[in-house]
């Protein structure tokens, strides 16, 4: 099993971004997919997460600026981020827990810098 988060970057206050992370291993239509976050200095916190049948929670600092996705075809979740603000700098990482199971696994980080 493998989990590829791409789409990071340097971006303004106000900007966005879409982070993409590619599954691969057979797990991805039976998992409940997340995103998380490092800040450095900070705990790892969840973002976002979407289930197998598409219910969605966010954090509340995301809501409303941040939508979680997934296409169970490409097995690929998404994030497109809007109205990015400095504190959503962080590395960015994904997470598949597969269902009825203790199977967790994780993404190796993208970084999302947005300056003011």
């Known amino acids: 099993v493998q989990l590829q988060a791409s789409g990071g970057g340097l971006v303004q206050a106000g900007g966005s971004l879409r982070l993409s992370c590619a599954v691969s291993?057979?797990?991805?239509?039976?998992?409940?997919m997340g995103w998380y976050r490092q800040a450095p200095g900070k705990q790892r916190e969840l973002v976002a997460a979407?289930?197998?049948?598409?219910?969605?929670n966010y954090a509340d600092s995301v809501k409303g600026r941040f939508t979680i996705s997934r296409d169970n075809a490409k097995n690929t979740m998404y994030l497109q981020m809007s109205s990015l603000k400095p504190e959503d700098t962080a590395v960015y990482y994904c997470n598949a827990m597969v269902i009825l199971s203790d199977a967790n696994f994780w993404g190796q980080g993208t970084l999302v810098t947005v300056s003011s």
């Open positions: 291993g057979g797990i991805f239509s039976i998992s409940r």
């Open positions: 979407i289930s197998t049948g598409g219910t969605t």
